[in-house]
């Protein structure tokens, strides 16, 4: 586990852990402008919270061997996953419930009112779909299915490292 705890120290995992952040949005905007899949305001949650993923990579990215600068990608990362994690959870109960009136799905998001970012970066943050729609499904999971999966995996990653790197001396370089 000492060589988990020395990788949070170094540069090149959190850069890696910003650049599958960041192919994932890339990703997303495929679905969304090339196999025109409208995303919804869960979708719109999802993706700010791979935002906050991205973000904790850079954040780790500009001092790892700062204690204060990897606690803070840590958390972060961490705040951002599980979040992530519990959206795409309550997404995947919208789209198979039975009861129509369980679940509401918003119009519009519910951003700070300091930075509504649907109105400044529409073609991004904006929602347009339904959220009880499944648009798209491969190897039988719908897009917040896969999600669950992606986030549970940022989510595991995230515990396994922090722990690793909280209870583990870091082997010297």
Known sequence: MSWL??????RAPWILLALVAIVLEVTALYF?????????IMCIYQRTAVLGIAAAGIIGAINPANTFIRLLGFATWLVASIWGLL????????????????FVCEFEPNFPSFMP????IPSFFAATGDCG???????????????????????AAAILVTLASLFFKAQKS
Not at 5 to 10: A, E, K, P, T
Not at 32 to 40: E, I, K, S, V
Not at 133 to 155: E, K, T, Y
């Open 133 to 155: 729609n499944i648009d798209w499904q491969f190897l039988g999971l719908s897009m917040p299915g896969w999600m669950q999966v992606v986030f549970a995996a940022f989510a």
């Open 87 to 102: 959206i795409a959870i309550d997404h995947v109960d919208m789209q198979t419930t039975t009861d129509p009136f369980a």
């Open 32 to 40: 969304q402008y090339a196999m025109d899949l409208a995303p919804c």
């Open 117 to 120: 970012l649907h109105e400044w």
């Open 5 to 10: 705890s020395s990788l949070s120290r170094q």
